[in-house]
C-alpha cells in the first residue's frame, strides 16, 4: 500500500484533522473522511455515471459550503496533490460531513443513484444537493445490507460504484460510557464477502476509522483488520499504544 500521508503519533481527528491516508489499487482507507472525495477524484472517469452506495453511522450529506467556496477552491477540491486538498479542511471548509455534497455540486450529472445505510444520524438528502439522487426505497436497512449489497450492485444498470464505508457504522453510541462494536465480526465478514462478489463495478472503495465514533483508534483498528484480511489489502504499518500514545509503526 502506498502511504499518501502519515502522522507517526496519532492525535484526535475529529472534524477535520487528518492523520493518515494509505492507498492500495482502488482501496484507500484514511482515519477522517473528509479524504474521499479526493480519493474519488483519483479513480472517476467523468465520462461514466456513478452509484455511490454510503455505510456509515452518519448520512454525511451537511451542505454548507458556497458554490463560490466551490468554484474558488475547484483546483485544489478536484486535483491529485492531497496536501493541496488537505489545507482546505478545517471546521468551515471541507470537513468529515460535508465532503459528499461538495463532490456531487463539483461533478454535476456524474452520481446518478445513491444507498444509504446508516443508523440515521445527520441531515439526510430529503433537504440535501443529493435529493434528486435519493429515494426511501434506497435507505437501507442494518439488516438487510449483508444479504442484500452484491445484488443491489450487481444487478444495477449502473456499471460503476463509489463505496463509502466509515467503521463507525458498527458501534454504537452508550453516553458517558462511549461507544461498543455492536455487529459481530461474522456481520462484517458476511459483508466483505458480499462486497467481494461485485468488486468489478467498484472504481473505488473508501474506509475511514472515525476513532472517536469507536471508541478509540484499538477497537476502529481491529475491526480495519478483518475487512484487509477479507478484501485483500494490506495497510503498510500497525497501530500500536505505546507509553500511553497512539502511534503508527
Known amino acids: 500500500m502506498e502511504t499518501i500521508y502519515k502522522n507517526e503519533i496519532l492525535g484526535e481527528s475529529g ?6 491516508l494509505v492507498h492500495d489499487n482502488k ?10 472525495s479526493w480519493c474519488w477524484e ?9 452509484g455511490i452506495f454510503h455505510i456509515d453511522r452518519h448520512y454525511d450529506l451537511l451542505n454548507n459550503l458556497s458554490d463560490a467556496y466551490l468554484r474558488t477552491n475547484h483546483d485544489r477540491l478536484t486535483g491529485t496533490n492531497f496536501d493541496d486538498f488537505n489545507s482546505l479542511a478545517n471546521a468551515t471548509d471541507i ?7 461538495a463532490f456531487y455540486r463539483l461533478h454535476p450529472g456524474l452520481l446518478t443513484k445513491a444507498y444509504y445505510c446508516t443508523h440515521h444520524d445527520g ?12 429515494s426511501d426505497a434506497t435507505d437501507v436497512k442494518i439488516y438487510d445490507l449483508v444479504d442484500n449489497v452484491d445484488y443491489w450492485i ?6 460503476h460504484w463509489i463505496l463509502n464505508i466509515d467503521l463507525d457504522f458498527f458501534f454504537q453510541g452508550q453516553g458517558e460510557e462511549g461507544y461498543y462494536r455492536f455487529l459481530t465480526t461474522h456481520y462484517v465478514k458476511k459483508l466483505c464477502r458480499a462486497i467481494k462478489k461485485v468488486l468489478d463495478k467498484i472504481d473505488v472503495i473508501s474506509i475511514a476509522l472515525s476513532p472517536e465514533f469507536c471508541n478509540g483508534w484499538g477497537p476502529s483498528f481491529d475491526v ?5 484480511d ?5 495497510m503498510p504499518f500497525k497501530y500500536r499504544k505505546i507509553g500511553g500514545r497512539d502511534i503508527l509503526v
Open 15 to 20: 472534524c477535520c484533522n487528518v492523520n493518515f
Open 27 to 36: 482501496f484507500y482507507v484514511m482515519d477522517n473522511h473528509l479524504c474521499a
Open 42 to 50: 483519483q479513480k472517476i472517469n467523468p465520462a461514466y455515471q456513478y
Open 95 to 101: 470537513r468529515y460531513d460535508n465532503y459528499i455534497d
Open 123 to 134: 441531515s439526510d438528502w430529503r433537504n440535501m444537493s443529493l435529493k434528486s439522487i435519493s
Open 154 to 159: 450487481g444487478k444495477s444498470d449502473i456499471e
Open 224 to 228: 480495519l483488520h478483518i475487512i484487509e
Open 230 to 234: 477479507e478484501l485483500g489489502f494490506k
